[in-house]
């Protein structure tokens, strides 16, 4: 078992930063990869960037350039670095976790943080 607690979230106007952060719990060392979603109002969640555990990292395009994911294996956290931030990066985002055992990989969700972009 694993638990996520995002923190982070807020307002901020175009242009702006935000630092989302996700610290995990329990179970932490069978975590192969982390990872940030995001799900605006009335539309699917979406990936926004994922790091595994060798440090390779994937971005959806919207954001790259702009955002920057990282991990501190030894506070089990994993933070989302967002500059440049848009209108449309407004969503609710979630933090994510793959947790591998022997035969299956089970993912794990945080309970979500608030991002709001606007003037």
């Known amino acids: 078992q694993v638990w996520l607690v995002e923190s982070g979230g807020g307002l901020v106007q175009p242009g702006g930063s935000l630092r989302l952060s996700c610290a995990a719990s329990?179970?932490?060392?069978?975590?192969?990869?982390m990872g940030w979603y995001r799900q605006p109002g009335g539309k699917q969640r979406e990936l926004v960037a994922r790091?595994?555990?060798?440090?390779?990292?994937n971005y959806a395009d919207s954001v790259k350039g702009r955002f920057t994911i990282s991990r501190d294996n030894a506070q089990n956290t994993v933070y989302l670095q967002m500059n440049s931030l848009k209108p449309e990066d407004t969503a609710v985002y979630y933090c994510?976790?793959?947790?591998?055992?022997?035969?299956?990989?089970?993912?794990?969700w945080g309970q979500g943080t608030q991002v709001t972009v606007s003037s």
């Open positions: 994510n976790a793959d947790v591998v055992s022997s035969v299956v990989t089970t993912q794990y």
């Open positions: 329990g179970t932490t060392s069978r975590i192969s990869a």
């Open positions: 790091i595994v555990s060798d440090g390779r990292t």
